[in-house]
């Protein structure tokens, strides 16, 4: 296993569709394995495959609350079979856009189908935070981050915001790998 970098925006990349998988096989169980290690160490609750630079359609998740085990989840080629009418609000985030969060609407449940991480194919209603998450992960698979649903010109701020981070971050590596030299 292995924690690789996460691309923020406006790398390109994110905007691209990612690629069914044919079917769960050892690669692609190293992937998710790589994108769960990844995640954890973000730290996050949710990571598509996109978000490693890998356009396939992979997510993993662990919605476990900090004082519960990890429960890990992993999603080969997710549909969305059903939505809810109901909507509901959450103040989302994304490790593609460090440090941005709004509120963001979607369907209160979901009902969706996968393959599980032994290639088994699964299909479960989705609701809660479960259901924020697959969708926003879901998303990802379509080259669409959440900032995507703002305003011009909040989306624009945000993509600032993040470019400005990124920028700070590589300056202090720098300076401390000059300091450790
Ligand atoms: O795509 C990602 O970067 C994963 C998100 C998952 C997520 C987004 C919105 C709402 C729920 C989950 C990251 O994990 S964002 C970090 C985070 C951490 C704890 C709770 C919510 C979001
Ligand atoms: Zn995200």
């Known amino acids: 296993?292995?924690?690789?970098?996460?691309?923020?925006?406006?790398?390109?990349?994110?905007?691209?569709?990612?690629?069914?998988?044919?079917?769960?096989?050892?690669?692609?169980?190293?992937?998710?394995?790589?994108?769960?290690?990844?995640?954890?160490?973000?730290?996050?609750?949710?990571?598509?495959?996109?978000?490693?630079?890998?356009?396939?359609?992979?997510?993993?998740?662990?919605?476990?609350?900090?004082?519960?085990?990890?429960?890990?989840?992993?999603?080969?080629?997710?549909?969305?079979?059903?939505?809810?009418?109901?909507?509901?609000?959450?103040?989302?985030?994304?490790?593609?856009?460090?440090?941005?969060?709004?509120?963001?609407?979607?369907a209160a449940r979901v009902k969706i189908r996968y393959l599980d991480y032994h290639g088994n194919l699964i299909e479960e209603w989705a609701d809660g935070l479960y259901a924020v998450c697959i969708q926003h992960e879901m998303d990802h698979l379509e080259g669409v981050v959440f900032i995507d649903y703002l305003t011009r010109i909040k989306r624009s701020r945000a993509v600032e915001k993040v470019k400005k981070g990124v920028a700070e971050r590589n300056r202090a590596k720098k300076s401390s790998r000059v300091a450790a030299e």
């Open 1 to 106: 296993m292995a924690i690789r970098p996460i691309l923020t925006v406006p790398n390109p990349i994110l905007k691209e569709k990612s690629l069914p998988v044919e079917r769960v096989d050892d690669d692609i169980r190293a992937l998710m394995d790589d994108m769960l290690e990844t995640m954890y160490a973000a730290p996050g609750i949710g990571l598509a495959a996109v978000q490693l630079g890998v356009l396939r359609n992979v997510i993993v998740m662990d919605l476990a609350r900090e004082d519960e085990p990890p429960a890990p989840r992993f999603f080969a080629n997710p549909e969305i079979l059903e939505s809810s009418a109901e909507v509901a609000s959450f103040e989302e985030g994304c490790l593609s856009v460090p440090d941005v969060w709004d509120d963001i609407e979607r």
